[in-house]
């Protein structure tokens, strides 16, 4: 009998999980934050989304310690670091932030340890659900961001293999 994906993980302090699919509009968050565009306000109007979505994406760049948002958006030592960095050291940084992410260094180590050869969509869901606060169908939008990261983290750096929403470890790493 097998032991159900979600005992192979460690319990942990309940964190944030974010709604925000796009990485790169993560970035250019960080960017315009960099340019002196610091309220949700002003960087929905720049991104050309609404308000919700801004906040939804400022919450996410903190999330990955890019900046913070009390009293208005300002960049944290290592979003200033992105935002002065070339296209493919940024990447890198983003790489680092995303794969540093609790739900995402789980699944990483969990697949890196071999315990399991993948990790399914539902697998994802079942892990938001515990260790985030959220219910209903909020797992599953939450759910679906991780995998986005997961996607992005796969097409920019080749760690992990996503493939008809199954993760997997990247037979071939690719240096960035």
Known sequence: MSTPLI???????RFEIP??????????LVKLVGNNIR?????????QFDLRQSSYYGEAAEILG??????GYTLTE???????????????????AL???????QIASILQ?????????????????????????TIQRRAQTILAWLKWLHQNSHVLAVENDIVKLETQQKII
């Open 113 to 137: 340890s071999k315990l399991v050869a993948s990790v399914s969509k539902s697998d994802i869901e079942s892990l938001v659900s515990r260790e985030g606060e959220v219910h209903g169908t």
């Open 66 to 71: 890019l900046l913070n948002r009390k009293g």
């Open 19 to 28: 709604q925000a699919d796009e990485v790169d509009k993560i970035a250019a």
């Open 39 to 47: 309220t949700p306000k002003a960087v929905a109007d720049e991104l």
């Open 99 to 105: 794969l540093n992410y609790p739900i995402i260094a």
């Open 78 to 96: 290592l979003g200033s670091k992105l935002f002065s960095s070339d296209e493919k050291t940024s990447s890198k940084i983003i790489v680092c």
């Open 7 to 13: 005992l192979l993980f460690a319990a942990r302090n």
